[in-house]
């Protein structure tokens, strides 16, 4: 039982390149979720998927997007990546939308020169 | 003034003392409170939630919540160095709002 996986887990890239972080949960969970943590700003929500075919606007949208491919799969697209992006990507699951408890990837490092 | 404060540490204590790590808060309509651990290079973990004001403990984790001050608290008895870690605070309320983070207190026990 993995839980959440996440891929990469580190990762450069130049400023404009894009790339696609990929996230799978084999939980059967409903909800899932794309944060990024950055020093003394703690978690912060990119974007979330309520349940399958969903996707909705969290906290920090700008310059991201997500594909909730399937119920276990959920990825996050940077199309022209900036310094300001550079952080640690985390993807979480829950059994339903704003569930007390959720599941936490490993994160990806990511480091935008 | 952000949604949920938490000094961030680092707090550094013997091994054996108790520990009480605090959050505040702005927004009167959270109802569940929750307390992640996160290991250096880890996600967070559940550690332990609670609804709306009480106490809850799980072994030596006790959670507070104060709802009248805006406040939260996590203790922990008979720290050990396996306790080192990040504490992060989160909160959501019942009407559409997902879970807000606290930034975390990075708290080191020392044996």
């Known amino acids: 039982n993995a839980g959440v996986t996440q891929t990469p887990k580190f990762q450069v890239l130049k400023t404009g390149q894009s790339m696609t972080l990929q996230c799978a949960q084999d939980m059967n969970h409903n909800s899932m979720y794309w944060y990024r943590q950055d020093p003394g700003m703690g978690l912060r929500l990119i974007y979330y998927s309520a349940s399958e075919g969903t996707t909705d606007k969290g906290e920090v949208p700008n310059g991201y997007n997500v594909s909730r491919l399937n119920k276990r799969e959920f990825s996050l697209r940077l199309e022209s990546a900036a310094p300001s992006q550079t952080s640690v990507y985390f993807c979480a699951s829950s059994r339903r939308p704003r569930d007390t408890e959720a599941f936490f990837g490993q994160g990806t490092r990511l480091t935008v020169v | ?111």
Not at chain 2, 7 to 16: I, Q, R
Not at chain 2, 54 to 81: C, H, M
Not at chain 2, 90 to 109: C, E, H, I, K
């Open chain 2, 1 to 111: 003034q952000k949604e949920v404060e938490q000094d961030p540490g680092p707090l550094s204590v013997p091994e054996g003392a108790i520990v009480s790590l605090n959050c505040t808060y702005s927004n009167s309509a959270f109802q569940y409170f929750m307390w992640y651990r996160q290991y250096s290079r880890k996600g967070p973990e559940l550690l332990m939630y609670t609804y709306s004001s009480g106490n809850k403990e799980d072994g030596r984790f006790t959670a507070q919540v104060d709802k009248s001050s805006k406040y939260i608290s996590l203790f922990i008895r008979d720290s050990q160095p396996s306790d080192s870690a990040t504490y992060l605070c989160a909160m959501s309320g019942d009407y559409g709002q997902n879970f807000v983070f606290g930034p975390g207190t990075r708290l080191s026990v020392l044996p």
